[in-house]
């Protein structure tokens, strides 16, 4: 019989570290804030994509939530775009 592991987060589950596990957390909150803004806005992918500066197909990637193809860096310019102001909260673990 194999012990059940149990995480957190399905961020803990699948980082292999603390730190990696926080970085994941924070460019998927932020990609939902975004496609929020997208989707209340009733912007086509197409018209997203040029107020945000990137592809149509590169939108499509955030509004589908893959994560690994978007850096915290990449997410802030995009929410920049948006004309967004990103804040960063720290709390105790």
Known sequence: ??????????????ADTPEEAANL????????KISAIVKESGW???EAAGRCGVTQP??????RG???RFSL???VNIATAL???VRI?????
């Open 66 to 68: 893959r994560v690994s």
């Open 89 to 93: 909260n720290l709390e105790a673990a």
């Open 1 to 14: 019989m194999s012990k059940v592991e149990s995480y957190a987060s399905v961020w803990e589950a699948i």
């Open 73 to 75: 860096d990449a997410l």
């Open 44 to 46: 086509t992918q197409v």
């Open 25 to 32: 957390r924070a460019r998927a909150e932020l990609m939902q």
């Open 58 to 63: 590169r939108m499509n990637d955030l509004l």
């Open 83 to 85: 004309g967004r102001r």
